[in-house]
């Protein structure tokens, strides 16, 4: 009998489990994969290394305020040997044809080279930065409501209720609408896929949110994103828990209408763990998919409207020399080949992406001793791999296909970085195919359901399930990223172990 079992080793899971064994709980981790971590794990081909889902991170400034709170938890969870390390200022960078802009913190710093840049557009870039504020307000209230117990979210959703009304509806592209500059429109609007939602149907919500999470600065774990799951995992076995990798879970026990363990396969054996409360990082649909059929009916017709997010094509380029030659650093490259930079990747095969996303994992951590890297990521529409997704007869080779889109989407980065692309030895590509395969999303989803204004209120999110003692965690609930994964991990440790609640405040 474990405390409480855990399906899921990315950032949520290991925060919820870690938490509990700091309040002294015994929790299984199961993990399908050979390798702890989900998007935060790295792999290495030859002398590179490479990471899967983290680019850079918000939360992690040095002071003792609100921007140094995802650090403080990392710290008290963990076993305090996480450190990170600043990215350049600015750290990320729009590139438009003809038109580059950097985008700098804090957020004073900000508004201000966007009025050095636009001075007829001093109104608009205010109005903006307004709308930002009361979006994100409105937001903590709605996920507040949304996460409470059922009385209190009542009550606050009451008492935010026009706040709320006001901005949960609205999408990116509402908002961009009331810029009349086309540049400072796909300036403001640019990083949506740090979210993975095109702005005709992103939340204004999300977006202000994300995009002013890095007021205080964008950060990079030292010693590389693996140190996630080493930390984390190292409190976890403090207190009697373990980490069982290449586990398959297949059943989500219930007896008596309430959570009672799971199945599991691991090494070919079948094997049933007892526990009071599992909470389930590996997302919606793969949790519903593991409650036998009649359990919790309403609630699987509520999961069974939302649908998976965006899948992307990840391109992992291994260099040599020094990229600072180049004129490059740890700041990030949004790159858009037009004007218009809110267009999804739909035929990879017959186009260039409409947008790139270039990151140098190698020049973000002050500790990297191997040679450098660089990774290029473009959001799909997963349709162009649907027949290999979906296992349809007479699809093709798809390894002919993945090479094909490999070489047009490095043909690309070498035409917005033609020196870095000669110093190029190796590279290889993943695709939603890959996602699927190493982290369980489903359809290969960048960023597991999908983004839109109808997720924000959908009783299918909640912390709680419909089956008691059954929770779920990571981006499902608070949101697509790093640091809202992690929390949605804290939350619904603390909705098993109250105490927890207080520790939320760092």
């Known amino acids: 009998m474990w405390d409480a079992i855990v399906i899921g080793s990315g950032i949520g899971g290991m925060g919820a489990a870690g938490a509990l064994a700091r309040r002294g709980k015994r929790v299984l981790v199961l993990e399908q994969h050979t390798v702890p971590g989900g998007q935060t794990q790295t792999f290495r081909r030859g002398d590179w290394v490479f990471a899967t889902g983290v680019h850079y991170l918000s939360g992690c400034s040095p002071d003792p305020g609100p921007g140094g709170q995802f650090r403080r938890l990392l710290e008290w969870v963990g076993d305090g040997t996480l450190r990170f390390a600043p990215c350049a200022n600015p750290y990320d ?9 950097g985008i700098p913190y804090p957020e004073a710093a900000y ?7 636009f001075p007829d557009q001093h109104a608009a870039i205010a109005r903006w930065f307004t709308h930002c504020e009361s979006a994100r307000k409105a937001g903590f209230a709605l996920m507040a409501a949304h996460n409470l117990p059922p ?36 300036v403001l609007g640019a990083r949506w896929g740090d979210y993975g939602a095109p702005p005709e149907s992103a939340p204004f919500i999300e977006h202000a949110w994300v995009t002013g ?46 959570v009672a363990g799971v199945e599991f396969e691991q090494g070919g054996e079948t094997i049933i763990a007892d526990a009071p409360h599992v909470i389930s990082a590996m997302g919606l649909a793969n949790t519903v998919a593991c409650l036998d059929e009649g359990i919790a009916p309403e609630w699987r017709t509520a999961a069974g409207r939302l649908v998976p997010g965006y899948g992307y094509v990840a391109l992992y380029l291994g260099l040599e020399g020094d990229l600072a030659d180049c004129g490059v650093n740890s700041a990030n490259h949004w790159i858009s080949e037009s004007v218009d930079a809110g267009h999804l990747w739909r035929q990879p095969a017959d186009e260039d992406a409409p947008v790139l996303f270039v990151s140098f994992p190698s020049l973000k951590d002050p500790t990297w001793e191997g040679p450098p ?19 349809e007869k007479g699809a093709g080779d798809y390894l002919a296909f993945k ?20 110093r190029v030895r190796f590279k290889e590509a993943a695709t939603p195919l890959t996602q699927r395969r190493f982290v369980g999303a489903v359809d290969g989803a960048m960023y597991g359901t999908e983004m839109t204004v109808e997720r924000f209120g959908s009783d299918a999110l909640r912390l709680r399930t419909a089956v008691p003692g059954l929770l779920l965690s990571g981006q499902d609930v608070m949101g697509p990223g ?13 909705t098993v172990e109250p105490a927890l609640w207080r520790e939320l405040g760092r």
């Open 93 to 101: 960078i729009v590139r438009l044809p003809g038109f580059e802009f």
């Open 111 to 117: 508004r201000q080279a966007l009025e050095e840049r």
């Open 151 to 186: 009385l209190l979210g009542w009550g606050l959703r009451l008492l935010r209720a026009a706040q709320i009304q006001a901005w949960s509806g609205r999408t990116l592209a509402d908002e961009l609408r009331e810029i009349g500059d086309p540049r400072l429109r796909a």
């Open 213 to 258: 999470a890095y007021n205080d600065g964008a950060y990079y774990p030292v010693g590389g994103p693996a140190r996630f799951a080493q930390s984390l995992l190292a409190t976890v076995q403090s207190a009697g828990g373990e980490c069982r990798l290449g586990a398959t879970v297949h059943r989500i026990l219930v007896n008596h209408a309430k």
């Open 373 to 391: 890297t660089a990774e290029v990521l473009a959001i799909v529409d997963q349709e162009a791999f649907a027949p290999w997704l979906r296992g």
């Open 403 to 422: 090479d094909w889109v490999t070489e047009r989407l490095f043909a690309q980065f070498g035409r917005h970085f033609p020196e870095l692309a000669s």
């Open 482 to 494: 790093v640091q809202a994964a992690f929390m949605g991990g804290l939350m619904a440790a603390a």
